[in-house]
């Protein structure tokens, strides 16, 4: 990591990001003896300065419930660090064999009873994160006026600088809140199939990693729920006459503006405002940059989901998710490999494939109602603040806020309370304007980089769960990076959905150009996102640079029975769009054909 030269133009970019997530030299010795992988998963490109709080929060919460409550035997926690923007991480793993012992003993009481009575605490997690949704949407950012109101002077308010400041920092204290609901569960997940799927592979050596994953798909999840909406909503509008409105190159508000025009439009209209809360705030990317706004903030890939279901409903074809073949798949393998076990191995077979079954809802569901529905209500409760700036000429534009740190973000909070109190002059509008331009030049250049898939020293073993269930940073997959040269028409991955197809890649890297994915095109990204399913009626398969088996793009391939390689550490840089490959999602495979 330390021969990496900053991209010409980029000298500086350090500035953006907190000192202890850089490469520097008093950790040398050490950090260069360890493995660090891009994830590109959550933060495809550059990071801005507030954005990075979900680095540190998110890893936070990720060690303290994987190594401070749980005590996952194998694994503590994760380390960041960043490279010309782009943030790379590492695992921390435990090699002492009597800690992992002693560790396995806190484990198997804690996680226990987690899984003994999952769908009580399950249901306790729902309404915590249903209130701390809430309490966000009540969150107020208060305006600063000439005078302070009435109550202030003769009642019990506080005063605006008091009640400006506590806002500020409980809105901080709220996404710190909403990362610990986040992973509270989402190990668990993970290790309850890793252990499943070690069973599977201790008694039946040659079965597929995919046909593991294929026992535990075709279940009822809320992440679907959006995209169900949306083809029904597309079947009400032939139903009722309106489908003429939706069709291909009209706007959203182009469309609302036709169906406005008649009563059954209207009525049309009102029953997409019953879907909006909540399906609509799903997120039209992976919800960790304040960029990736939900579909009520950008609503052009329902809308174009929407068009491509009636012209799909027109032309006599199924838009349904084929869960009953899923299913049948499902159970048909169960079925099978059970009946390869002897009667010991087949109890434990049983009993370990329903708790992944049980468990599995989570590791999608909390995408929804943290990353999607949270954060980016989170992320405009933000730009409330940056309002705040705006409007006493700290920035010009509310969104330059993100451009700051969290604690640069509370000292100007701080410098304009004060000169606001006091009348003085406050030095924020000379100060901060500048410093904002400069980062945003310099994320767009180094947006123009492409970061290598991973650094460091290549490690004998990774037995971190969640490298290897989210990431899919496994052992032999680390070696074939390392293996792999630039160039070369194959690529490979995890085998994540199965089936092959030939076709044409569309490759997008930016949420922006997903609007440009055409009918029978192979999608090529650096990680899918749940809330692309809606395109995922166009597409023939799926292509990622990172990704497990259990990944998101993973498991929304499998559900929507969509060939798809994952984690192949490359596919956005050695494919190019309008080239024909070749997709064998069952092998882990794929070939680049012209």
């Not at 507030?50 to 919460?61: E, P, S, V």
């Not at 960043?82 to 590492?90: A, F, K, L």
């Not at 990693?209 to 679907?224: E, K, N, S, T, Y």
Request: charge should be negative.
């Amino acid at each position: 990591p330390y021969e990496i030269e900053t991209p010409p133009g980029c000298e500086g970019w350090e500035e953006i990001y907190p000192y202890y997530g850089r490469f520097d030299e008093e950790r040398r010795e050490a950090d260069e003896q360890r493995f660090w992988f891009w994830n590109s998963m959550h933060f495809p490109v550059p990071m801005p300065a507030f954005d990075a709080i979900c680095i540190d929060t998110a890893y936070q919460a990720l060690g303290s419930w994987q190594n401070r409550v749980f005590a996952v035997p194998p694994a503590m926690g994760i380390d960041w660090r960043c490279i010309n923007g782009y943030i790379y991480i590492s695992g921390n793993p435990v090699l002492d064999p009597e800690k992992v012992a002693e560790r396995a003993g806190h484990f198997q009481k804690r996680a226990g009873y987690y899984y003994e009575n999952w769908d009580e605490l399950y249901g306790k997690w729902r309404t915590k994160m249903d209130a701390l949704i809430a309490e966000l949407g009540e969150l107020h950012v208060p305006q600063l006026g000439e005078y302070e109101p009435d109550e202030v002077a003769f009642g019990d308010q506080e005063t605006s600088y008091v009640a400006v400041l506590d806002a500020y920092r409980n809105a901080l204290r709220l996404a710190d809140v909403m990362w610990q609901h986040h992973f509270e569960f989402l190990l668990l997940g993970y290790g309850a199939y890793m252990t499943f799927a070690e069973l599977c592979k201790a008694n039946l050596p040659d079965i597929p990693d995919q046909h593991i994953a294929q026992m535990v798909a075709g279940l009822d999840v809320l992440l679907f729920r959006p995209d169900a909406e949306l083809r029904r909503l597309a079947r009400l509008a032939i139903e009722t006459g309106v489908d003429s409105a939706l069709v291909e190159g009209r706007s959203p508000e182009e469309i609302d503006t036709g169906l406005a025009e008649s009563e059954a439009g209207r009525s049309w209209l009102a029953e997409l405002e019953t879907v909006k809360d909540p399906w609509f705030h799903m997120a039209t990317g992976d919800g960790l940059y304040h960029t990736y706004g939900s579909w009520l903030d950008d609503p052009r890939i329902p809308y174009a989901s929407l068009i491509g279901y009636v012209a799909a409903l027109k032309a006599g074809e199924n838009i349904e998710r084929p869960t009953d073949h899923i299913a049948q798949e499902r159970d048909r393998l169960a079925t099978e490999y059970a009946a390869l076990l002897d009667d010991g191995a087949r109890q434990g077979f049983e009993q370990l494939l329903a708790l992944s079954r049980t468990v599995f809802p989570y590791v999608e569901e909390h995408k929804f109602l943290c990353d999607y529905w949270f954060l980016t209500s989170w992320w405009n409760k933000i730009r409330e603040f940056g309002d705040l700036l705006v409007a006493h000429g700290f920035f010009e534009d509310r969104d330059d806020i993100f451009q700051l740190s969290r604690l640069e973000v509370y000292s100007a909070i701080d410098e304009l309370l004060l000169t606001w109190a006091t009348g003085g002059q406050p030095r924020g509008p000379k100060y901060w304007p500048p410093i904002v331009a400069r980062r945003k030049e310099l994320l767009a250049r180094l947006a123009d980089w492409t970061p290598p898939p991973a650094v460091g020293a290549v490690p004998e073993a990774v037995l971190d769960p969640a490298l290897i269930m989210l990431w899919g940073v496994t052992t032999q997959r680390v070696h074939a990076w390392a293996r792999e040269q630039e160039g070369g028409s194959e690529l490979t991955g995890t085998a994540a959905s199965p089936g092959i197809v030939e076709g044409v890649a569309r490759v997008v890297k930016t949420v922006g150009e997903i609007g440009d994915v055409r009918d029978g095109e192979i999608l090529v990204c650096s990680i899918t996102s749940p809330a692309w399913a809606p395109i995922f009626s166009k597409i023939q398969a799926t292509v990622t640079d990172i990704g497990g088996v259990m990944s998101h793009a993973a498991i929304v391939c499998r559900e929507y029975a969509l060939p798809a390689v994952v984690g192949t550490g490359r596919a956005t840089s050695a494919i190019k769009t309008g080239q024909r490959i070749r997709v064998d999602g069952t092998a882990g495979t794929v070939t680049i054909l012209e």
